[in-house]
C-alpha cells in the first residue's frame, strides 16, 4: 500500500498527456487535484494508524509476486508525506485557474505528478543510491517546471538551476560511492554498520562534507544559495510554491537529516557547522530579501533566510531543537506557498511584480491582501501564528544549549524578517490604489480557495500546536532521535 | 597503461572544458568517454564499459553533432574568457586535494564485500528493482520535459503573457 505514494501519481502522470487529448482542461484539472486529495486522505487515515508502534518497513508487489521493494514508513517518512500531499493539494487548486494562460495543462500536471512521485519515493527509500536516484526524478522534472513559462528568463533559470544541481549530484554520487566502497552497500542499516565497525571518522567526514555541500545545494543554505534568488521566480507561482514551500526541504533538509542523523550519526562538529551555516543563511537571505523589488525574488531570498531556521533547529541535535526544526519545516511549507501563491494572484492581476508599481491593492483585493497578512505575519513570527511557535521553540532549544550568541541572532533575524514584510504588505497592498490598478479584481474562485486554505491552515496549526506537536512532529522527532539504531534496527529486511 | 589512459581521460575532458568549438568540444567528450570505458573494462566493470561506449561515447555524440549541426549557423557570441584563468586554477586546487585524500582515502577501502552481488541482470531486476522504477520516473520527467518545453504556442517577444498591465518585473531582476 506504501507504494501507491509513488505509483499513482507516475501511472497518472503516464496517462495525462493522452487524457489531454481528449480533455484540454476538464479532466487533468480533476484527476490531478483528486489524486493530490487521495494521497493526503491515504496519509491521514491510512499511513498515520500504521506507524502508531513505530517504523514499518513494507514489501512491494506486482499482481501477486513480491518484489525486490522495501519502503520505510516511520515517523519521519509520514510526517514529510502528509506535508508533501498536503502542499501538492493546495498547489493543484490553484493551478486550475492559474495555468489557464500557459496552455498545456495536461503536460504540466504530468510534470507536476512526476515530481510528487519523485519527493515521494525519496521519503520512503531506505537506501543512499534510491536517495540519489528518487532527488534526480524530482529535480529534472522540476527544471522543466521552471522553465515551463519558455520565456528567456525562465530558461537562463532553469539552465542555472540545472548546472548547479548537477554538481549537487555529483558530490552526493561521489559520497555514496565512496561509502558503498567501504561498507559494501548502500541500505541504511549496512552503512550504518559498516561505519561503527570500521572506525574511519576522517573518511565519515569526508562524506558528510560531500554530503553537506551536495544537499546543502538542494536545499539552498548559504553559501550553496546562488541558483534559488533565479529559479523559484521565474517559475510559474504554483511551481515556486512547491519548490519554496516542498522541494528544498525534501531534497535538501529530509535528505541531508536523514542522513546525518540516522545513518552517519550526530557529531559535535557537524552541529557546529550546522548551526552556524543554519545563522548565516537566516541573515543573508533576510539581509538580501530587505533590498528586493521583485515580490517573488523577495520571498526567494526570505527562503534562503528561513530554511536557516530549520537548519538551525536541527543542527541543536537535542529533542526540543528537533522539533523546532520540523516544526519550523511545516510551517514554512504552509506560509511560503501561501505567499508564493498570493504573489502569482498579484502578478497576473497586474501583469508586474515590481513592488513599487504596486500600492493600494488590498481594496481591489482584498481576499489576496488578508491570506498576505496571515502569511506575512506567520514568516515574521507573531503569535499567535505558527511561525511564532516553531522560531520560539528553535530558540528556548538554543538557550537550553548554551548557544545564547545563535538565540539572540535568530532573534534579530526574526526582526529582520518582519521588517520586510511590513515593507511588502505595505508596498503591496496598503496606501493610496494606484490608479493603474482601477479595473483589477480578486483572484478567481479556485486560486482563491487555495490561498484561503492555507492561511486558515497557519492559524489553525498556531492555535492547535500542542496537538500538531503530539501527533505529527513528535513521532517524526523521535525516529531523528534514535539516531543510528533507526537504521541498525532494520538490518535484515 | 593504467594512468596513461587516466592522462587521456583527464585532458580531453579539460580540452571539451576549454575548447571554444562546440563540436570540437563534444568530440573530445567523445573521447573522454572512450577512455573511460577502457578504464571500466580494465577493472572488470564490462557492462559499465559497455554502456559508457553505446551511450555516452556514441548516442550522446551523435545527438550533440546534429544539435550542434542544426544550429550552427548563427553564432557571434563573444563569451567571457574569464574560464580559462579560473578553470586551471580550479582543477590545480582539485589536483592537489586529490593527491593529499584521494590515496590515504582509497588504501582505507578494503576488498569488497558486496551484499549484492551475482549476474548483471540479477543485481538490476531482483536486487534493485526499485532503482528501476526511479529509472522509469527519470526517464519519463525527460520525456515530458521535451513535450512541455517543446510545445507550440506562447511566444516571448513582447513578453507580456499576462493579463493586464505591463509586465515589467521579469527583466530588472538580473544583477
Given at each position: 500500500m506504501i507504494f501507491l505514494f509513488i505509483i499513482v501519481p507516475l501511472l497518472l502522470a503516464s496517462?495525462?498527456?493522452?487524457?489531454?487529448?481528449?480533455?484540454?482542461?476538464?479532466?487533468?484539472?480533476?484527476?490531478?487535484?483528486?489524486?493530490?486529495?487521495?494521497?493526503?486522505?491515504?496519509?491521514?487515515?491510512?499511513?498515520?494508524?500504521?506507524?502508531?508502534?513505530?517504523?514499518?518497513?513494507?514489501?512491494?508487489?506486482?499482481?501477486?509476486?513480491?518484489?525486490?521493494?522495501?519502503?520505510?514508513?516511520?515517523?519521519?517518512?509520514?510526517?514529510?508525506?502528509?506535508?508533501?500531499?498536503?502542499?501538492?493539494?493546495?498547489?493543484?487548486?490553484?493551478?486550475?485557474?492559474?495555468?489557464?494562460?500557459?496552455?498545456?495543462?495536461?503536460?504540466?500536471?504530468?510534470?507536476?505528478?512526476v515530481m510528487i512521485a519523485g519527493m515521494n519515493g525519496l521519503v520512503l527509500c531506505s537506501d543512499l543510491f534510491n536517495i540519489y536516484l528518487f532527488l534526480e526524478v524530482a529535480a529534472v522534472a522540476s527544471y522543466a517546471l521552471v522553465a515551463f513559462g519558455q520565456g528567456p528568463d525562465e530558461l537562463e533559470a532553469s539552465f542555472k538551476y540545472l548546472m548547479l544541481s548537477a554538481v549537487a549530484s555529483a558530490f552526493i554520487l561521489l559520497s555514496i560511492a565512496i561509502i558503498f566502497g567501504l561498507t559494501?552497500?548502500?541500505?541504511?542499516?549496512?552503512?550504518?554498520?559498516?561505519?561503527?565497525?570500521?572506525?574511519?571518522?576522517?573518511?565519515?567526514?569526508?562524506?558528510?562534507?560531500?554530503?553537506?555541500?551536495?544537499?546543502?545545494?538542494?536545499?539552498?543554505?548559504?553559501?550553496?544559495?546562488?541558483?534559488?534568488?533565479?529559479?523559484?521566480?521565474?517559475?510559474?507561482?504554483?511551481?515556486?510554491?512547491?519548490?519554496?514551500?516542498?522541494?528544498?526541504?525534501?531534497?535538501?533538509?529530509?535528505?541531508?537529516?536523514r542522513v546525518f542523523l540516522n545513518v552517519f550519526g550526530m557529531t559535535p562538529a557537524l552541529t557546529t557547522v550546522l548551526t552556524v551555516l543554519g545563522v548565516v543563511s537566516i541573515f543573508v537571505g533576510a539581509l538580501a530579501a530587505l533590498g528586493q523589488n521583485d515580490i517573488k525574488r523577495m520571498l526567494a531570498y526570505s527562503s534562503i533566510s528561513q530554511i536557516g531556521y530549520v537548519v538551525l533547529g536541527f543542527g541543536i541535535g537535542t529533542p526540543l531543537g528537533i522539533i523546532g526544526g520540523l516544526f519550523h519545516l511545516f510551517n514554512h511549507a504552509l506560509f511560503k506557498s501561501l505567499l508564493f501563491l498570493n504573489a502569482g494572484a498579484v502578478e497576473q492581476s497586474t501583469g508586474t511584480r515590481s513592488l513599487d508599481k504596486m500600492g493600494g491593492l488590498a481594496k481591489r483585493m482584498p481576499l489576496t491582501a488578508a491570506t498576505s497578512a496571515v502569511g506575512s505575519l506567520a514568516i515574521a513570527g507573531i503569535p499567535p501564528l505558527n511561525g511564532f511557535w516553531s522560531k520560539l521553540l528553535i530558540i528556548i532549544a538554543l538557550v537550553q544549549a548554551k548557544m545564547y550568541v545563535l538565540a539572540v541572532l535568530a532573534?534579530?533575524?526574526?526582526?529582520?524578517?518582519?521588517?520586510?514584510?511590513?515593507?511588502?504588505?505595505?508596498?503591496?497592498?496598503?496606501?493610496?490604489?494606484?490608479?493603474?490598478?482601477?479595473?483589477?479584481?480578486?483572484?478567481p474562485f479556485w486560486m482563491s480557495a487555495a490561498t484561503v486554505l492555507l492561511a486558515l491552515l497557519c492559524i489553525v496549526t498556531g492555535l492547535v500546536f500542542p496537538f500538531v506537536i503530539h501527533s505529527w512532529l513528535q513521532p517524526a522527532a523521535d525516529v531523528l532521535g534514535k539516531g543510528i539504531t533507526v537504521a541498525m534496527n532494520f538490518i535484515g529486511f | 597503461m593504467?594512468?596513461?589512459?587516466?592522462?587521456?581521460?583527464?585532458?580531453?575532458?579539460?580540452?571539451?572544458?576549454?575548447?571554444?568549438?562546440?563540436?570540437?568540444?563534444?568530440?573530445?567528450?567523445?573521447?573522454?568517454?572512450?577512455?573511460?570505458?577502457?578504464?571500466?573494462?580494465?577493472?572488470?566493470?564490462?557492462?559499465?564499459?559497455?554502456?559508457?561506449?553505446?551511450?555516452?561515447?556514441?548516442?550522446?555524440?551523435?545527438?550533440?553533432?546534429?544539435?550542434?549541426?542544426?544550429?550552427?549557423?548563427?553564432?557571434?557570441?563573444?563569451?567571457?574568457?574569464?574560464?580559462?584563468?579560473?578553470?586551471?586554477?580550479?582543477?590545480?586546487?582539485?589536483?592537489?586535494?586529490?593527491?593529499?585524500?584521494?590515496?590515504?582515502?582509497?588504501?582505507?577501502?578494503?576488498?569488497?564485500?558486496?551484499?549484492?552481488?551475482?549476474?548483471?541482470?540479477?543485481?538490476?531486476?531482483?536486487?534493485?528493482?526499485?532503482?528501476?522504477?526511479?529509472?522509469?520516473?527519470?526517464?519519463?520527467?525527460?520525456?515530458?520535459?521535451?513535450?512541455?518545453?517543446?510545445?507550440?504556442?506562447?511566444?516571448?517577444?513582447?513578453?507580456?503573457?499576462?493579463?493586464?498591465?505591463?509586465?515589467?518585473?521579469?527583466?530588472?531582476?538580473?544583477?
Open positions: 496517462l495525462l498527456p493522452l487524457l489531454g487529448k481528449i480533455s484540454k482542461r476538464f479532466l487533468p484539472d480533476l484527476l490531478a487535484s483528486a489524486t493530490m486529495l487521495f494521497l493526503l486522505v491515504l496519509s491521514v487515515l491510512w499511513a498515520k494508524p500504521l506507524i502508531a508502534s513505530g517504523g514499518v518497513i513494507q514489501q512491494a508487489f506486482w499482481f501477486g509476486a513480491p518484489l525486490n521493494i522495501r519502503l520505510l514508513l516511520d515517523g519521519f517518512s509520514l510526517f514529510m508525506l502528509f506535508t508533501i500531499s498536503l502542499i501538492s493539494f493546495a498547489v493543484t487548486l490553484y493551478s486550475i485557474n492559474y495555468m489557464e494562460h500557459y496552455g498545456a495543462k495536461a503536460n504540466y500536471y504530468a510534470l507536476l505528478l559494501g552497500g548502500v541500505s541504511f542499516g549496512t552503512v550504518a554498520q559498516g561505519l561503527t565497525t570500521l572506525n574511519i571518522k576522517y573518511v565519515v567526514g569526508f562524506c558528510s562534507a560531500l554530503f553537506l555541500a551536495g544537499f546543502g545545494l538542494k536545499a539552498a543554505i548559504v553559501p550553496f544559495h546562488s541558483w534559488l534568488p533565479d529559479a523559484h521566480p521565474s517559475a510559474p507561482a504554483p511551481i515556486s510554491a512547491m519548490l519554496s514551500g516542498v522541494l528544498i526541504k525534501v531534497s535538501g533538509v529530509y535528505a541531508m537529516m532573534v534579530l533575524g526574526s526582526v529582520v524578517t518582519l521588517w520586510y514584510y511590513l515593507v511588502l504588505q505595505h508596498q503591496a497592498f496598503f496606501g493610496k490604489l494606484n490608479e493603474n490598478w482601477q479595473a483589477v479584481r480578486e483572484a | 593504467h594512468l596513461f589512459l587516466m592522462i587521456g581521460l583527464v585532458a580531453f575532458s579539460i580540452l571539451a572544458v576549454l575548447s571554444r568549438d562546440l563540436l570540437r568540444s563534444a568530440i573530445s567528450l567523445a573521447v573522454a568517454s572512450v577512455f573511460l570505458a577502457l578504464i571500466f573494462f580494465r577493472m572488470n566493470a564490462v557492462y559499465a564499459g559497455v554502456f559508457e561506449v553505446s551511450v555516452v561515447a556514441g548516442l550522446i555524440t551523435v545527438l550533440f553533432i546534429t544539435a550542434i549541426a542544426l544550429t550552427r549557423s548563427e553564432g557571434g557570441v563573444t563569451e567571457s574568457k574569464r574560464h580559462l584563468f579560473i578553470f586551471p586554477l580550479f582543477f590545480a586546487a582539485l589536483a592537489v586535494i586529490d593527491l593529499l585524500v584521494m590515496k590515504k582515502l582509497l588504501g582505507r577501502i578494503p576488498a569488497m564485500v558486496s551484499s549484492e552481488s551475482g549476474t548483471f541482470g540479477q543485481v538490476l531486476w531482483n536486487q534493485r528493482t526499485f532503482d528501476l522504477v526511479g529509472q522509469i520516473g527519470v526517464i519519463f520527467a525527460g520525456v515530458l520535459a521535451v513535450l512541455a518545453l517543446f510545445r507550440p504556442g506562447r511566444s516571448h517577444t513582447g513578453d507580456a503573457p499576462l493579463a493586464g498591465g505591463q509586465s515589467d518585473a521579469k527583466g530588472d531582476h538580473h544583477e
